[in-house]
């Protein structure tokens, strides 16, 4: 079974929206876990946080976990949807997909320790 592995939240101003989640919810955020285009929400179970954007869209961006990227992607284009490229980060490896119908998601293989 596939689950929700990770999700994001587009925001244009990192600051502003830690600020306003953390006074809404007392949220707080690893400092190790963020860089200055993210700024991951600490103990978050599944794993968030927000992505710094041009222009923030009005929904979460869902990643879906899987154990092969390469062979999920393959599976989505075999399946008439489209993948990007997977790209690499220190949580490992993702990308956007969309299904059959254009509708977006992510999918993202965990790196070792996540």
Not at 52 to 66: H, I, P, Q, S
Request: proline share 4%.
């Amino acid at each position: 079974m596939i689950n929700l592995g990770y999700f994001t939240l587009d925001t244009v101003d990192i600051a502003r929206a830690k600020a306003f989640y953390g006074a809404l919810f007392g949220w707080t955020f690893d400092d190790d876990a963020s860089r200055s285009t993210y700024a991951h929400v600490a103990g978050s179970n599944p794993p968030f946080g927000f992505t710094k954007v041009e222009r923030a869209r009005d929904y979460a961006n869902l990643y879906f976990r899987v154990d092969d990227i390469a062979a999920t992607c393959a599976r989505v284009n075999a399946l008439g949807g489209k993948s990007a490229i997977p790209a690499e980060s220190p949580t490992g490896l993702s990308c956007a997909v969309h299904d059959d119908q254009g509708v977006s998601f992510s999918l993202w293989q965990a790196g070792e320790g996540f």
